[in-house]
Nanobody
């Protein structure tokens, strides 16, 4: 089970950190990721982090250099630090776990959290 939280309303240029708490004994063996979905748009890959033993990261082009993904294995929690937020970052952010194949494809992730809304005002 995944639970995402930390969304809110911020002004452009602000920072915000999202969290995703994972439950289950095998969660530390899963890669995890963040996706986002803006109104009327497809769900977009944001970032991916490897398992607890190999925390390699991959970022989507639109957030590279502004967002940082990380995880705390002891807390079974993944984070997304978002800096220099823009109005176009407004979306519902979803966390996902247990990757099979290309991490940028939504269909390759087995488990999903419920989403948390981030709104960035101009």
């Amino acid at each position: 089970q995944l639970q995402a939280f930390g969304g809110g309303l911020v002004h452009a240029g602000a920072s915000l950190t999202l969290s995703c708490a994972a439950s289950g004994r095998t969660s530390s063996y899963w890669a995890m990721s963040w996706f986002r979905q803006a109104p009327g748009k497809e769900r977009e890959f944001v970032a991916r982090i490897g398992t607890s033993n190999s925390s390699s990261t991959v970022y989507g082009d639109s957030v590279l250099g502004r967002f940082t993904i990380s995880r705390d294995s002891a807390k079974n929690t993944m984070y997304l630090q978002m800096f220099s937020l823009k109005p176009e970052d407004t979306a519902v952010y979803y966390c996902a776990a247990n990757q099979r194949g290309n991490p940028t494809r939504r269909s390759n992730w087995m488990y999903w959290g419920q989403g948390t809304l981030v709104t960035v005002s101009s």
